[in-house]
């Protein structure tokens, strides 16, 4: 694996979970984190081999989705704001830790490794979460991410994302940044805090931002989008 790219994926957890636990109310600190975060971003993506496009691309995308799955749905809620300044560059960087981990040869040689240990990791986690916490929503999450993974032309960049996220989500609900929902709204399945298949959510932002941006450039989009 290349240095830089160490060196982004170190600098990036310590960041993140830096912070998470800096997360405050008020309008003055959510401005400084959320400056703070697209500073980190724009940082690293000029050092990164990532299409601008793409990482704008992500952004757009995810806070469209927080707008729907917390503000409208009720699936989960932030702590202290309705959506903190600091998530939509952040979603930008996730998006971009999963795209760069997709490129790294060392990574790629072991592609089937990894996402088979994703494969086995994430369904027993599931059906633990299933039993110990009435996951029902998170199994259902993890089985349409699992049919997600299998159908992807770029297993590899589905399978860091996910592993990216389930960390992300671990801590910072256990943090208490954000809470999800007991019960999902208007459906009534029960759901863990974090449902076990929250991966999905940056699954299907991956996917969908690789959609856009391809045809934006002809098909010319460095990670491939799903073949089915």
Not at 83 to 105: E, K, N, T
Not at 118 to 130: Q, T
């Amino acid at each position: 694996m290349s240095r830089s790219f160490v060196t982004f994926v170190l600098a990036a957890a310590a960041f993140m979970t830096l912070l998470l636990f800096l997360d405050c109310d008020g309008i003055a600190q959510q401005l400084v984190l959320g400056i703070a975060t697209a500073g980190f971003l724009w940082f690293f993506a000029r050092r990164m081999d990532v299409d601008p496009r793409q990482i704008v691309c992500a952004i757009v995308v995810a806070t469209t989705g927080e707008v729907v799955l917390s503000l409208g749905w009720g699936l989960y809620t932030y702590r202290h704001a309705l959506i903190p300044l600091y998530v939509p560059p952040g979603h930008g960087l996730f998006y971009m830790l999963a795209a760069v981990s997709a490129r790294q040869p060392w990574l790629r040689a072991r592609e089937t490794v990894i996402r088979n240990g994703v494969i086995a990791f994430g369904s027993v986690y599931a059906l633990v979460s299933l039993f110990a916490f009435n996951d029902v929503w998170g199994l259902l999450w993890w089985l349409a991410a699992l049919a997600l993974i299998r159908q992807s032309r770029n297993q590899l960049l589905l399978a860091t994302c996910f592993c990216y996220t389930i960390v992300l989500e671990w801590v910072g609900t256990a943090i208490g940044n954000w809470h999800w929902n007991a019960v999902v709204p208007g459906l009534g399945l029960h759901s863990a805090n974090p449902p076990a298949g929250v991966g999905i959510l940056y699954i299907l932002l991956d996917l969908i931002t690789v959609a856009i941006t391809t045809q934006w450039t002809g098909g010319r989009a460095k990670e491939p989008a799903l073949s089915f």
